[in-house]
């Protein structure tokens, strides 16, 4: 009996001693398991939550969006998301940025005449970066930009720019109008920073307005002109003040399909003018918003004998662009859109 009880101690004594190996094995397994699951984390717990992409949020780096290139072709450009430092030498996106409440991040800009922007012009701690047309590079570089915004003027300088900081080039495209053109550049500039949700609100009652105007228009026909260097240029539907005859809907009268007047019209005499006849004519005056010293004012160019023959100055129906360096420079922004509206509402709907 004392044998057999000996014998059965034993073997329980074994089976513990083989138990607490197997745990003590299983244990130093489940630590290599987990420093190996684990190789890139800290090693703690709440550090490592801390540091996943859940824990850090969502927010990316960059983002894509749509731009064009210095062949105004529509590309996919990477910039930083939420950018601190802004190069603007575009007045409709500067006027898109001041929009938004991101003008603070604005730390260099072109100079301008225009009045709602001109506190980008006299505030010391943003570095002039020449104009519209032509950049001060070395200005430009100075500023360390991370992201810069450019228009038209400058596509020439795009190569050099993007050297410097990725280079956003918005415009307004005709095929969808000027106010379709704003929401999609509102939108995308807004998309850069986070600030989508408040495009909608900023552009609220463009539609109502332009459809008032447009109502005004049904059956009118117009001539839309620009006086500069002392001559007049009709513009078409496929440039500047483009939303008289697309969006307002008036029949431009000096439209020729085979003509590009995108950029400074085409000249025309007033004898043109006198055989359109038309029911409206429209004046933007370059000069005046350009700032041409000594230049004859738009309303002595057009006010000639030969126009005063006509139905629209007989009838009172002459309109100077009561706004001329936003039309012709800002064409684009919220602000400008809101001022050129305002401009036609002043002259037609009062």
Request: proline fraction near 2%.
């Amino acid at each position: 009996m004392k044998k057999k009880k000996f014998v059965t101690l034993m073997l329980a004594a074994v089976m513990s001693l083989g138990l607490v190996a197997c745990g003590g094995e299983a244990k130093d397994s489940d630590a290599a398991d987990a420093k190996d699951s684990g190789a890139e984390g800290s090693g703690n717990a709440k550090e490592d939550a801390e540091s996943t992409p859940e824990a850090e949020g969502t927010t990316p780096e960059t983002v894509t969006i749509k731009s064009l290139n210095g062949n105004k072709e529509e590309v996919d450009l990477e910039v930083p998301y939420d950018a601190q430092r802004i190069a603007v030498m575009d007045m409709a996106s500067l006027d898109i940025l001041d929009s938004l409440g991101l003008g603070d991040r604005v730390v260099g800009s072109s100079s301008t005449s225009l009045d709602y922007l001109q506190d980008y012009v006299t505030n010391g701690e943003i570095a002039n970066l020449g104009t519209i047309k032509e950049a001060d590079m070395e200005a430009v570089m100075a500023c360390e930009p991370e992201v810069i915004f450019i228009g038209g003027r400058l596509s020439s300088s795009y190569d050099a720019l993007t050297e410097i900081a990725p280079v956003v080039f918005l415009s307004t495209d005709n095929e969808i109008g000027v106010v379709e053109s704003v929401r999609k550049n509102a939108n995308t500039i807004a998309s850069m920073f986070g600030e989508e949700e408040k495009v909608e609100g900023l552009m609220a009652d463009f539609d109502s307005r332009i459809s008032a105007l447009a109502e005004f228009a049904e059956g009118k026909n117009a001539i839309v002109g620009m006086c500069t260097s002392g001559g007049f240029n009709v513009l078409g539907n496929d440039g500047r003040c483009s939303l008289i005859g697309i969006e307002v809907g008036f029949e431009n009268v000096g439209v020729d399909s085979n003509i590009d007047t995108s950029t400074h019209g085409n000249e025309a005499s007033f004898e043109f003018v006198v055989e359109k006849n038309p029911d409206y004519i429209f004046v933007m005056d370059r000069d005046a918003a350009i700032g041409t010293d000594g230049a004859q004012l738009a309303k002595d160019i057009v006010e000639n004998e030969l126009v005063m023959g006509t139905d629209a100055y007989k009838n009172g129906r002459i309109v100077y662009l009561e706004h001329p360096a936003v039309w012709y420079t800002a064409e684009g922004g919220i602000n400008a859109l809101d001022i050129m509206l305002s401009d036609l509402e002043g002259a037609l709907l009062s």
